[in-house]
């Protein structure tokens, strides 16, 4: 069966760190890419995805991620994060069949 | 421009009742629609997916059930809810794109007491 592990639950940061939230999924066919992000209070956006072409794709608020077919990973990054960044953070794969599943969620905490 | 209504928004059933929470988008045709439980720790799971009218994939054996009598609607039953139904349920929606991102409820936060 399909599934999306992300590794690590909790993260705690402080500003200007770089982050790097894992993901890897299993399937074996082709597959969309994305990751979410969830403010508190807030409903789940889109920060990124990846369809095809370029592996390594750009999102909204400086956040970058890279495909690697090979690792079956779609690991989320940002050079310096902020404080405004605390949220949890969603990886999900959609395979042939319009079936979306969703990681675990990891918690960034980001301290002033 | 398209939106999707979730509701209720809180719900309150004691065990064995039944449940219906029903999903409706706007503004667009033949969605994908979804039905995912969130649950701390656990992120979404998802529980239901349609691609079109009476199609329905189930994806967690468990005591509910999903129905989609119209393209734009999308309803999440149990004939008798347990206490383990207690959650939060996102219904969400995407258009025909493998590509297109989930757009989603507002929830709704059920307590089986």
């Known amino acids: 069966a399909q599934s999306v592990s992300q590794h690590n639950h909790h993260v705690i940061l402080s500003e200007a760190a770089s982050l790097e939230l894992g993901c890897n999924y299993s399937y074996g066919g082709t597959v969309n890419l994305f990751w979410y992000v969830q403010y508190p209070g807030q409903h789940l956006q889109l920060l990124l995805k990846y369809f095809s072409g370029d592996p390594l794709v750009k999102g909204i608020k400086g956040f970058e991620a890279e495909f690697i077919k090979s690792k079956f990973s779609f690991n989320l990054r940002k050079p310096s994060v902020q404080w405004s960044d605390t949220a949890e953070y969603f990886c999900?794969?959609?395979?042939?069949?319009?079936?979306?599943?969703f990681g675990a969620g990891t918690r960034l905490f980001v301290k002033a | 421009s398209q939106t999707i209504h979730q509701w209720p928004a809180t719900l309150v059933q004691p065990v064995g009742s039944p449940l219906s929470l029903e999903c409706t988008v706007e503004?667009?045709?033949?969605?994908?629609l979804y039905w995912y439980r969130q649950a701390a720790g656990r992120g979404l799971q998802l529980l239901f997916y349609s691609v079109g009218i009476g199609q329905i994939s189930s994806e967690v054996p468990q005591n509910l059930s999903a129905s989609r009598p119209q393209d734009r609607q999308f309803i999440l039953s149990s004939k008798k809810l347990l206490l383990s139904d207690s959650g939060f349920y996102l219904c969400?929606?995407?258009?025909?794109?493998?590509?297109?991102?989930?757009?989603f409820g507002s929830g709704t936060q059920l307590s089986v007491l």
């Open positions: 503004g667009t045709s033949n969605p994908n």
């Open positions: 999900a794969v959609t395979t042939g069949g319009f079936k979306t599943i």
């Open positions: 969400a929606w995407r258009g025909a794109g493998l590509n297109e991102k989930l757009f």
